[in-house]
């Protein structure tokens, strides 16, 4: 049987140690691979880079579809797994869901992994 994945709030940004600080414990080394395996994907590095280009600040999921030519099914799937990570919040308004991204998480991952990126 395989092994589970201990349960990590990935919802708020990343906030441990940078890795270039030195060795890293089993737990932050689990919250960061966690996120990193959201983006592990390149229909999600795409979502995520048309989130952040949004003129508006957020894009509609229907939008998201067109854009990468995927189901609005595929695409909600995807969003999820990068909303359970912290990147994306979503908000649903009548019929459509609207999306933008968390750019403190998105930003605190940077740090993690590089201390002086995004300065």
Same mark, same amino acid.
């Given at each position: 049987?395989?092994? !589970?994945? #201990? /349960?990590?709030?990935?919802?708020?940004?990343?906030?441990? &140690?940078?890795? @270039?600080?030195?060795?890293?414990?089993? +737990?932050?080394?689990?919250?960061?691979?966690?996120?990193?395996?959201?983006? !592990?994907? #390149? /229909?999600?590095?795409?979502?995520?880079?048309?989130?952040? &280009?949004a003129? @508006?600040?957020?894009?509609?999921?229907? +939008?998201?579809?067109?854009?990468?030519?995927?189901?609005?099914?595929?695409?909600?799937?995807?969003?999820?797994?990068?909303?359970?990570?912290?990147?994306v919040?979503?908000?649903?308004?009548?019929?459509?869901?609207?999306?933008?991204?968390?750019?403190?998480?998105?930003?605190?991952?940077?740090?993690?992994?590089?201390?002086?990126?995004?300065?």
């Amino acid at each position: 049987m395989p092994k !589970a994945l #201990p /349960v990590v709030d990935t919802s708020e940004p990343v906030c441990c &140690s940078p890795v @270039a600080a030195g060795p890293i414990d089993d +737990d932050g080394a689990l919250e960061i691979a966690l996120r990193l395996k959201a983006l !592990a994907d #390149p /229909v999600r590095v795409k979502l995520v880079s048309l989130l952040f &280009s949004a003129e @508006a600040g957020e894009v509609c999921g229907c +939008d998201l579809a067109a854009a990468v030519a995927l189901a609005e099914s595929t695409v909600s799937h995807h969003l999820s797994q990068l909303r359970r990570a912290g990147m994306v919040e979503s908000e649903r308004r009548g019929m459509n869901v609207y999306h933008r991204p968390r750019r403190d998480s998105l930003v605190a991952l940077c740090t993690v992994l590089d201390p002086n990126c995004c300065r």
